[in-house]
């Protein structure tokens, strides 16, 4: 039994899958309270589900792309099993996590690790030995505040040397915090080998808090 904030059909904004369309499972609970969060309602106990009941949501929804994120999934312990059940089904399946918790190698799940910088209050929670655990074909996230994120952002990609090991770095900004046209900026000044990335729900749909 797996907890259940919602289920829903949109479109991928977030990783290098963006503009594609995508189902989104988002679990309930997280173990962190990041100041700009925009999912707080994912905090409470969502609807109690089997993996049956959730697969089979998905697949009505339709597509090959699936993203499982929350709130953080894996701190339910059926997440994994999930995963499993989804890629079983052919569904190119997406992970998306804080990185403060262990990440299991799951065949056919790419991990989107979403890297807290210092303007979230939860920097301090990455769990280093994830990190190192990304693979080929990984992403990692940083959403950023301002220019201390930024360049704690750029320290951090170099530390890991994540484009070396195959792993997309992207970089986006908190809406009404940052100007994504300044970011742009930055990273063309830094070098940084990162992705920009704009929010594309909030872009499209800017009156919805959460997902249909």
């Known amino acids: 039994m797996l907890y259940v904030t919602e289920i829903f059909r949109s479109i991928q904004g977030e990783s290098s899958f963006a503009g594609l369309p ?8 997280c173990n962190l309270r990041c100041r700009y969060c925009d999912t707080t309602y994912a905090y409470e106990q969502g609807d109690g589900m089997t993996i049956p009941a959730i697969v089979d949501r998905v697949e009505e929804l339709g597509g090959l792309l699936v993203e499982v994120t929350g709130g953080e999934p894996l701190q339910q312990e059926e997440t994994p ?21 262990p990440v299991p190698r799951i065949a056919g799940c790419r991990v989107i690790m979403d890297l807290k910088c210092p303007g979230s209050g939860e920097s ?25 994120d930024f360049d704690w952002a750029v320290e951090t990609v170099r530390e890991f040397a994540f484009a ?3 792993i997309t770095v992207l970089f986006s900004s908190v ?38």
């Open 22 to 29: 995508c189902t989104f499972v988002r679990l309930s609970g």
């Open 81 to 101: 099993a999930l995963i499993r059940a989804l890629a079983e089904r052919g569904l190119t399946v997406l992970l998306e996590t804080n990185g403060t918790l």
């Open 124 to 148: 301090g929670r990455i769990c280093r030995d994830s990190v190192k655990r990304l693979g080929e074909g990984d992403e990692v996230k940083f959403v950023l505040c301002d220019r201390g």
């Open 164 to 166: 070396s090991r195959g």
């Open 175 to 212: 809406a009404g915090r940052l100007d994504p046209a300044e970011l742009a900026d930055w990273i063309l000044q830094s070098g940084v080998e990162a992705r920009l990335q704009i929010q594309l729900h909030k872009v499209l749909w800017p009156e919805r808090d959460r997902g249909v």
